[in-house]
């Protein structure tokens, strides 16, 4: 959505697709007089269609599930509301769509703009590096690492090129489902994407080349933009900057971190999914309170609150403006799941991490804050998976101790990162490219 509102800046009309339960979400997350007029205003607009589980929505929790449906329920309805836009049956003439711009994991999209002969775009919301394995799967496969179900052959930690993160190889994406239906059609799933995205004008990439020059150097044709959208969440108005929240956003924590010490506040939040077990909240909420130092804590769709053990300095929210949070000089730290976003906004703010990542490329992740920019930690966990209290404790107090190594080599990253998206930086001069290409079809 974000990537759509820069697109929307530059004078290019969106439509938004999204699937009803996403584009329900969404819709009533907002402020009520926000509706419809405004979107079209703003050059978006935003339409869905349905996954196939309306039915079932207990289903959209099993892993897999969704992306089966998605798969097999979508692709015609995308088509049906294409040819509804180029013949204009819905209502007004005929639209000419310029390009069809696809999540990469969602291949099938592509396919049907390949039908249209429409242009197309896939884009990546992860790193670079995620993509980079997906494509490597078959070399995976010669190499004997894995088997052509994506089953890991052994347990292994290896690395895709010099530079580039070590990987697990029982922590691959589609590996660390745990069950071995969802585990085949993801796997499958990944490799009808290559092929689909060979198809593609452009493979764009929410990510900093200077961040990932190792995965960029093995596959060159992915293209770095990010982070997209980085200063005009920080300029636009809250309705815009809220625009793709699942949950309204609460605000108020804006004062209150006004109001606290600069570097003094431990921010913590896990991304849009309820991943964290009661265990771990409880583990996590009694280290907090054992480092003395305040707490903004995010507790998300989950609606798990953090748990209450004492006296010490926590604000609850269900839903931050994170980008806004991240840029307060209050923030010390910031406790994450490790989810892409949540990795580019911490790393844009110089801000260090402490790691908890739980499924999906959120180990690539880590790995990247944690040994190839080393301007975070992991936490050791106990048998059953869980982070002690006291681990938490040691390993807070080490990345927040005054002046730190970790904190210098954030700001490095940041300035990094500020340099890749003004004027002459490399994602700067993608997206510019990727814009004035988007306008020379309009014509
Ligand atoms: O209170 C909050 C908490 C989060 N966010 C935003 O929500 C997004 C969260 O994104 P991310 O950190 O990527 O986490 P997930 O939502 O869990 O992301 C999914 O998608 C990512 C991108 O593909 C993957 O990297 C993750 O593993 C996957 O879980 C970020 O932009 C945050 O700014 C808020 O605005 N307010």
Redesign the pocket.
Known sequence: M?FSRYLAKQGIQITFVNTEFNHNRIISSLPKSSHDDYFVGNGINLVSIPDGLEDSPEERNIPGKLSESVLHFMPTKVEELIERMITGSSGGTGTIISCVVADQSLGWAIEVAVKFGIRRAAF????AA?MVLGFSIKKLIDDGLIDSDGTPSVDKTIQLSPGMPMMETDKFVWVCLKNKESQRNIFQLMLQNNESIESTDWLLCNSVYELETAAFGLCPQILPIGPVGWAQSLEEDSIST?LG?F?P?DRDCLDWLDRQIAGSVIYV?????G?ISNAQLQELAIGLELTKRPVLW?T?SGDQQPIKVGSYQVKV???????E??SCGAIGCFV????????L?GAQNGIPFLCIP?????FI?KAYICDVWKIGLGFERDGQGVVPRLEVKEKINEIMRDGGVYKQRAMKIKEIVMKSVAKDGISYENLDKFVSWIKSQMN
């Open positions: 974000s990546c919301p992860a790193a995620s809220s929240s949950l956003q939040a896990f991304g849009s999914f991943v995010v998300g929210v269900r839903w931050a403006p994170q980008r949070v991240l994450s799941h490790c989810g892409w976003n949540s990795t906004e739980y499924f999906a490329d959120q992740n």
